[in-house]
Structures are given as structure tokens and as C-alpha cells.
């Protein structure tokens, strides 16, 4: 069975930093691109990031380019997201999400962590 | 960026009654379209992948159809467990969501 599982979350001013985490297993790790998504409260759904299987390419969103950093520890069966400059309107619910095989669409979400970037 | 455009943004749909909700992309994303449900306090969940294929383990009362910039998901016969709000999502370039429909009872 196919779980994920974001920890990391929690409450920052602006400016702050945080690093949030997500925990796979139920597949073979390193085969799969990963992704960050949010959903700002109340919101909609927006893509955040993502990795290739084997780290070597990342992508990001115009909002979060420059101050956000993906990364994944294929031997933890991990994935990451760096946040820093964090903005009020960072705050949202990340989830980690897994992609088919060359193609973008998340056949599994972890249950999300928050975000609440707050003075 | 891909604009996905949803409608209605709020369908009001009696019990065993049909639902029928539309996505429009702003350029052709060809097939590669998606449609997730999410219930309040949930992760979203795969319903649709490639405009018309059912992910696993969804039930025959979900369908897909479109190609090009026009889709929509239909919901044959609504059950109780199918209010919620639904997302399309386009995969031809980097992921872009509609702004989602909300089902409700009629």
C-alpha cells in the first residue's frame, strides 16, 4: 500500500524559514518523480514543485522559484521541501504527491502539513 | 501557464440525479487531463486520468470525456459519498488545476 506522509509544518513570520519533510513507502521509491502541491486555506488546489526519480532535475513554480528548494534522499525513501523568505501568502497545506511514470497527474497524496506564515 | 476554467462553480444536485461539471484549458493540453475529488479534511483523490480513464479502484458512475481544451466529468447517478468539491487538473505542461466545482444536495 502506497503511503506518504508530510511532517515538518507548523507557524513562521515572515521571512522565517522552514523545512518540511514526507515519508514514502508501498512503491519503489527512486522510480517516481515526486511533487509538492498546495492549497492555501479555503482555496484551490496549485502546484508547487517537483523532483525526477533520480534527483537530477527539479522544476518550480514562478511564485516559489528562488526561495524554494526540493530535494529527495532516494536511500531514506524521503522527499523534501526548503522554504525560505517565507511570505503570508506561503501559508497554505503542502502535500507530497506521487506521479506516474512521465506523467504529471498524482495517483497518491500524502494527508498535507500546514503552513501559517504569521507575524 | 495553462488557465483551466471550471463550471459551474457550485452545482446543487438531488440524490440519484445526474451531475455533469465542465473544464475549459486556455491552450490544447490534448488528453493529458485529470480529475480529483475532495471531501473536507481529505487529501484529494485520482478519479480521471487521460480525460476518460478511471484510476483504480473508482466506481463506473465516474466518467471522463473531451479532448483538446474542452472536458467534463459526468457523475451518472449522485450517492450520498459524491458531494464534494472536484478539480480538473492539466498534465501537457508544467500541472495546472481549475478552480474547482462544488457539489452539493439539491
Known amino acids: 500500500e502506497v503511503q506518504l506522509v508530510e511532517s515538518g509544518g507548523g507557524v513562521v513570520q515572515p521571512g522565517g524559514s522552514l523545512r518540511l519533510s514526507c515519508a514514502a513507502s508501498?512503491?519503489?521509491?527512486?522510480?517516481?518523480?515526486m511533487h509538492w502541491v498546495r492549497q492555501a486555506p479555503g482555496k484551490g488546489l496549485e502546484w508547487v514543485s517537483l523532483?525526477?526519480?533520480?534527483?537530477?532535475?527539479?522544476y518550480y513554480a514562478d511564485s516559489v522559484k528562488g526561495r524554494f528548494t526540493i530535494s529527495r534522499d532516494n536511500s531514506k525513501n524521503s522527499l523534501y521541501l526548503q522554504m525560505n523568505s517565507l511570505r503570508t501568502e506561503d501559508t497554505a497545506l503542502y502535500y507530497c504527491?506521487?506521479?506516474?511514470?512521465?506523467?504529471?497527474?498524482?495517483?497518491?497524496w500524502g494527508q498535507g502539513t500546514l503552513v501559517t506564515v504569521s507575524s | 501557464e495553462i488557465v483551466m476554467t471550471q463550471s459551474p462553480a457550485t452545482l446543487s444536485v438531488s440524490p440519484g440525479e445526474r451531475a455533469t461539471l465542465s473544464c475549459r484549458a486556455s491552450?490544447?493540453?490534448?488528453?493529458?487531463l485529470a480529475w480529483y475529488q475532495q471531501k473536507p479534511g481529505q487529501a484529494p483523490r485520482l478519479l480521471i486520468y487521460?480525460?476518460?480513464t478511471r484510476a483504480t479502484g473508482i466506481p463506473a458512475r465516474f466518467s471522463g470525456s473531451g479532448s483538446g481544451t474542452e472536458f467534463t466529468l459526468t457523475i451518472s447517478s449522485l450517492q450520498s459519498e459524491d458531494f464534494a468539491v472536484y478539480y480538473c487538473?492539466?498534465?501537457?505542461?508544467?500541472?495546472?488545476f481549475g478552480q474547482g466545482t462544488k457539489v452539493e444536495i439539491k
Open positions: 504527491a506521487k506521479a506516474e511514470i512521465d506523467l504529471y497527474y498524482f495517483d497518491y
Open positions: 508501498g512503491f519503489t521509491f527512486d522510480d517516481y518523480a
Open positions: 523532483i525526477s526519480g533520480d534527483g537530477g532535475s527539479t
Open positions: 491552450q490544447s493540453v490534448s488528453s493529458n
Open positions: 487521460g480525460a476518460s
Open positions: 487538473q492539466q498534465y501537457n505542461n508544467w500541472p495546472t
